[in-house]
């Protein structure tokens, strides 16, 4: 990184990503952590485990991803420089999300809108009062994860697909946005991810773990890339996947 970090502001304090990443970057010399999460008085085991990789501060913050209304006022918080972190000096890595119940989400409207809201409408929340804030300090960094399932949708997993699909564009066009202000945005592309969210489903191919993921991001970041795939040979995969025709496409797995 261009600039050392000394803050991480983790939303989904209870991410397997997000928990790796966040050690990683402990470990790489960050002091303090902010984790946000539902239940935030819960969270001793994930305060220990970074303490003991190295936190001197580790703040805890309740954050409900699906109240919007609560965004603003609680990353203004986070991010005060009188009472928390300066923004400048922060990487904040949006961890929060769902996979939902594909099946579920194709007879019934208030899950399918459930999974939406949280994988795109709470992230695009998230973004734009982040965007501002740090705008306005000159600097600091975003971590946002997108899937490979977003790249070209697939029927196996649509709803789920079509949230990343707009949380893929909308990143994107915001990493443009920011060109110049000093805030940096990281885009992360993983594949399957065997872990917590996916248990009890087969791995797909060229899958990887959280531990993986989270390596890939921390190198992305003190690279300064702007887009980063899980594994690396994923892009290839996909870019032979968008050629596919539909009739073949449509019988794809999740």
């Known amino acids: 990184m261009t600039t050392g970090p000394d803050t991480v502001l983790l ?4 991410s397997e990503i997000g928990l790796e990443l966040a050690e990683r970057l402990v470990r790489d010399g960050v002091r303090r952590v902010q984790l946000a999460a539902r239940r935030s008085d819960e969270l001793d085991v994930e305060e220990g485990r970074l ?10 913050l309740e ?28 990487v904040v890595v949006l961890a929060f999300g769902v996979l939902g ?9 208030d899950h399918a809108v459930a999974v939406v809201s949280t994988d795109y409408l709470a992230q695009v929340s998230v973004l734009t009062h982040l965007a501002r804030l740090m705008r306005a300090a ?3 960094r975003i971590v946002v994860f997108s899937s490979v399932a977003g790249v ?22 915001l990493t443009d946005a920011l060109h110049g202000t000093g805030v940096r945005l990281l885009l992360v ?30 190198d992305a970041l003190r690279r300064d890339r702007s887009v980063v795939w899980v594994p690396g040979t ?20 999740r």
């Open 189 to 218: 592309r993983p594949g399957f991810v065997v872990g917590r969210m996916t248990t009890g489903m087969s791995p797909a191919p060229l899958s990887s773990t959280p531990t993986q993921v989270a390596a890939a991001v921390a």
């Open 138 to 140: 000159g600097g600091g």
């Open 63 to 90: 954050f409900d991803a699906d109240d919007l209304a609560g965004h603003e006022q609680l990353l203004a918080t986070a991010l005060d420089p009188a009472v928390g972190a300066h923004p400048a000096h922060t």
């Open 11 to 14: 939303l989904g304090g209870r």
């Open 51 to 60: 303490r003991a990789a190295g936190a001197t501060s580790v703040q805890r």
């Open 234 to 253: 994923l892009r290839v995969l996909a870019a032979v996947l968008r050629l596919l025709p539909r009739p073949l496409w449509r019988r794809m797995p």
């Open 152 to 173: 070209r949708v697939r029927r196996a997993n649509y709803v789920y697909g079509s949230a990343k699909a707009g949380l893929d564009g909308f990143a994107s066009g």
């Open 101 to 109: 119940d594909q099946a579920r989400a194709e007879v019934d409207a």
